[in-house]
């Protein structure tokens, strides 16, 4: 499958490691608003086609596929816009920003039969997925708390005076968008749709969020969900159950995961996992393409409306 990439950063480099393990990947084309940097991308991977209109790139025949990893605000336009050209997307979370957003996009993957999916890794890991299938072991659930606190390098430069993107919320950035949606996607695959959501947050100076909490409320338990971009955390993630609490070791990267029951006694539920994590969000959108599917089974369209729903 010819992959066309747009976003030419660090998430990109590390998907196109990921993808070294997957044979049918290939990159047909690069897409980037200026030129020079899109050549510079190019000839890090042996590609020759690089674009700077998007039409031109979904309408070349070099691509059968785009990964894009552009600011969150630009998500909506371009995987419309490569859907209407018969491509299939994988986007980058958060899909969106809004709600309104993300119809936009399902209906087009709809009308055009094209499969699309939100690049949420941590939700079709071996691991997670373990933990799904045994998550009532511990009884009746009575409390999630999943939190992502990662001291932002970028955040050195905001208090020198240096803004980027990171902290530009008319990107549609802050640290609910880029951390916060790790920890509400894995609650929303595991519990669904809360019947409400309290939020808090603290705003830096240009109105992006640096770090906030938010209890989400499902009557006979509660999830409790803390991000940030201005502190770190090392402490583990929980589901607590009567019978006992599953203790996750990072819920953006699900790799050790185990059950502490009341009786003393421990089950790991962690799974071999050989690949990079993204490895496994790729292998399942290129799976489902193939089979002329045009969403996953594990990161639906209605999954990915219900986080965003969450989240703004």
Aim: net charge negative; aromatic share 10%.
């Amino acid at each position: 499958m010819r992959f066309g990439i747009i976003g030419t950063n660090w998430i990109t480099d590390r998907l196109l490691k990921a993808a070294r393990d997957l044979p049918a990947f290939s990159i047909g084309a690069v897409y980037s608003r200026t030129e020079e940097r899109g050549r510079e991308f190019a000839a890090k991977y042996g590609v020759a086609a690089v674009y700077t209109d998007l039409a031109e790139m979904f309408q070349s025949g070099n691509i059968d596929a785009v990964y894009i990893a552009s600011p969150n605000t630009f998500h909506v336009e371009q995987s419309i816009l490569a859907l209407e050209n018969g491509i299939h997307v994988l986007c980058e979370k958060p899909a969106v920003t809004s709600v309104a957003e993300m119809d936009r996009v399902i209906e087009a993957s709809r009308k055009h039969g094209k499969m699309y999916m939100e690049a949420m890794k941590s939700t079709v890991t071996p691991t997670f997925l373990n933990l799904k299938k045994n998550m009532d072991k511990v009884g009746q659930i009575r409390r999630f708390v999943f939190h992502f606190n990662q001291y932002s390098s970028r955040y050195d430069k905001y208090k020198e005076g240096i803004i980027e993107n990171a902290f530009k919320p008319e990107f549609g950035n802050g640290a609910k968008m880029d951390l916060g949606v790790y920890c509400i996607a894995p609650i929303i695959h595991l519990a669904g749709e809360p019947e409400r959501v309290l939020k808090n947050s603290y705003s830096l100076s240009t109105g992006a969020d640096g770090q906030g909490s938010m209890i989400l409320d499902y009557k006979e338990f509660e999830a409790v969900v803390m991000y940030s971009k201005i502190t770190d955390s090392y402490v583990p993630c929980e589901i607590q159950g009567e019978e006992g609490v599953i203790e996750i070791n990072k819920i953006s990267d699900p790799t050790q995961v185990a059950i502490k029951y009341r009786d003393g006694q421990t089950e790991d539920l962690s799974m071999p996992q050989k690949f990079d994590t993204m490895y496994y969000e790729l292998k399942e959108f290129m799976n489902c393409a193939e089979n002329g599917q045009i969403e996953s089974a594990i990161n639906t369209h209605e999954i990915s409306r219900q986080v965003i729903k969450v989240l703004t």
